[in-house]
């Protein structure tokens, strides 16, 4: 596939399923992007703990913990976000809209770090509230559920938890969209393609080892 600042932006605007094979290269960038900032995270939880630094959880902090999952899924980013893909086809745009979200959401709260745990639910969540937002036709909220790995009422609840806490600021007008585009194509232009390559070669590695999953009519089993 390849890895190129016009490549991402073809994708966003003119993705075609009947034309394209290829998982969009949108998927691989935002893969690449939280899987650094997991790594950031992790550091600077890391040295907190080490500093014996309490921290102390808010009201709208706790909130934010609903993401949370009891364990952290056994699951990479690149996967997970391919496994949405195939089984809901939604577009290209639909990735740049759930970024926007995500980067909205933790700049309203600045106590919420991206974590192992959280991720997961935060893109189902992100993805398909963004699904609704630009395509004429979505899938209902069981389906995103079950191939999140999480059931209906799970999903329903982030969903809701979600908007209050966006404090349902879910427009994103055509200069918003363009300049997270251009973030994203910075992304890939400026060193990030090494890092892409990486999480790619990552996810082929993983998938080499699995049983391949087939059939869009049937959605293999994963727990959040």
Same mark, same amino acid.
Request: some cysteine; hydrophobic content about 30%; glycine content about 8%.
């Given at each position: 596939m390849a890895i190129s600042p016009r490549k991402l932006r073809n994708d966003? =605007?003119?993705?075609? =399923? @009947? %034309?394209?094979? %290829?998982? +969009?290269?949108?998927?691989?960038?935002?893969? !690449?992007?939280?899987?650094?900032?997991?790594?950031? %995270? #992790?550091?600077?939880?890391?040295k907190c703990a080490g500093m014996?630094? !309490?921290?102390?959880?808010?009201?709208?902090?706790?909130?934010?913990?609903?993401?949370?999952?009891? #364990?952290? +899924?056994?699951?990479?980013? @690149?996967?997970?976000? #391919?496994?949405?893909?195939?089984?809901?086809?939604?577009? +290209?745009s639909v990735y740049v809209v759930a970024y926007v979200y995500i980067d909205r959401f933790c700049r309203s709260h600045p106590e919420f770090r991206i974590t192992g745990r959280n991720v997961h639910r935060l893109l189902i969540t992100t993805i398909m509230v963004a699904s609704k937002y630009v395509e004429d036709m979505n899938y209902r909220n069981s =389906?995103?559920?079950?191939?999140?790995?999480i059931t209906t009422k799970e999903m329903n609840s982030l969903e809701l938890d979600f908007l209050f806490l966006m404090n349902f600021k879910m427009h994103v007008n055509v200069s918003v969209f363009e300049s997270y585009c251009c973030h994203l194509e910075r992304e890939v232009s400026i060193g990030g393609g090494y890092h892409i390559e990486k999480t790619l070669r990552c996810a082929e590695e993983i998938k080499s080892r699995q049983i391949e999953e087939r059939g869009f009519n049937r959605i293999a089993r994963i727990t959040l």
């Open positions: 966003v =605007y003119s993705y075609s =399923y @009947q %034309n394209d094979s %290829n998982t +969009p290269l949108v998927i691989s960038v935002l893969a !690449s992007l939280i899987d650094r900032t997991l790594v950031r %995270n #992790e550091r600077i939880g890391r014996g630094a !309490s921290v102390t959880i808010t009201k709208t902090g706790s909130k934010t913990r609903v993401f949370d999952c009891h #364990e952290t +899924p056994d699951m990479t980013i @690149q996967s997970y976000l #391919e496994r949405i893909f195939r089984y809901t086809k939604v577009g +290209p =389906y995103f559920a079950r191939v999140g790995g």
